[in-house]
């Protein structure tokens, strides 16, 4: 516990030290912060200790930017002191600092014709992803970034974007290497077409490089977006001693979106096929790709307590959203979606040699209503079904929400759900409520009061139930930082943003974050 107060005392002053050095306030009016020209930067920090498990974690992330004239530069200095426990987390560090993120880039020429080059470390996206999609995500603690070198070409309507660089791999080495290649023409007012090329050459003697390829177009216009790509992956070994050389591609893969509005009305749909496409370092533990998932990321606590993680080797289905406005006060929407494991006759269980019939991994249904009556209030009440595979269980789940405006700076939030569970496995049912009350004085703070009770009956007759709650204050200081603290307890759940998740234990203690920019 000494050393956890050691860090947040050095972190607090560190914090204090910057916002009076680098801004002042008068009586009538923030003076903003000023920096040297062109130089940028931002802090995000994040301390928990677990009275229950004993367990602390800080983790600091500090960014530096700088732009001169065609350069721009930066650095990131991350500190895990100690990191978090999960192993896709830590990768086998307990603690570790040091700048872990460094890139220099140029750009030169103008609008119509430009080129940006970029040395060090570096983030890509090809499309949708469903080749490339190279990022990071804070919250999932997604970080595949490479090291190497990035080249943008603009030329009229036409965009090229070439990379070559290294992952960093679970034993923290970066051997693999990376190459891509995307083209995109902008036809204005027909369609933007796409090609895209990668490749994962491993750092060992005699296994084949793994090459991905697809296509893609985007059509926009009044009332219709579409979009389509389809890839084929290869791979020499696997094409040789899983198929016997008898299939041309070792993978293949499609997305399609289709979205229609008009008035007051819209409607989504997306489909998806998935066969042996996942693109991963040789070790498997970083992926390149992270296609379309078609499931929603709700706002609600407990729809998302029972996800399913993207599988971009063994999946097929569908999803839609249609929603319409009745007037400017009243609407409705309604959102459903599936997702199935692939058939015997697919390249991916022809590779792993099974003969699975075709099982339903996720389905999911939402039906939200929205009513404001008056200036003061909103209503908003739905109601959702869902099953998934992993956990085998099906959830019903209505929820309401309702909004008081006390004005346009102070308001009143409640949210009730309600989640009956049944575990197809064992046949046992039971039940979750959560309760959220939450008043914003925006934009300066908010306070907020989040319970959540948990009721059983493993056996009969015996009930047994568990209770969580918590409550987080946030503060926003001048115009630069954003800060909560959070004191309580919650579940441990799943933490999931387009089909990527993360688990998060269970939690009683308390939890400090604090996002400066300047």
Known sequence: MTKAITV???SFLTFLFISVLTSAQTEDQFVPPVLPEGLNLSNQMKYSFDNQAKREIFENWFNLDYSYGIFNAGIRFESFQPNDPNPAVA??????????FKYIRAEIGDIHANAEFTVGNYYALFGRGMLLKIYEDRNLRVDNNLTGIKLNIKYEDLYISVLSGMPENMDLTRSDVLHALDFEYRMKSIANVGLSLVSNRPDADGVATTTLTSARVHHINDNFDVYAEYGLKFNEDIKQNKFKGEENFIGKAFYGNINFYVSDFSLVTEYKYYDNF????FDGSVIYNTPPALRKDYTYLLLNRHPSPLNQANEQGFYGELSYNFDDNTGISLNAGETRTLPVTSLYQRSMNTKNDIRVQFREAFLQANHKFGESFDLFAGFGYNEELDKNTKNITPVAELKYYFDDINTLKFVLEHQSTTDRTTQEKYF??????????SPLWSVALVSELLTREPMPGHVVRKVWGLLQFGYRLAEHTDMSLLIGSRQAGNICIGGVCRYEPEFRGIEIKMMSRL
């Not at 990768?91 to 872990?100: E, H, L």
């Not at 996942?278 to 370092?281: D, E, I, L, R």
């Not at 979750?432 to 004085?441: D, G, I, S």
Request: hydrophobic share 35%; net charge positive; aromatic share 12%.
């Open 8 to 10: 947040l005392r050095i």
């Open 91 to 100: 990768r086998g560090r307990k603690r570790d600092s040091g700048i872990n």
């Open 278 to 281: 996942q693109f991963a370092s």
């Open 432 to 441: 979750t409520q959560a309760f959220t009350l939450e008043y914003l004085r």
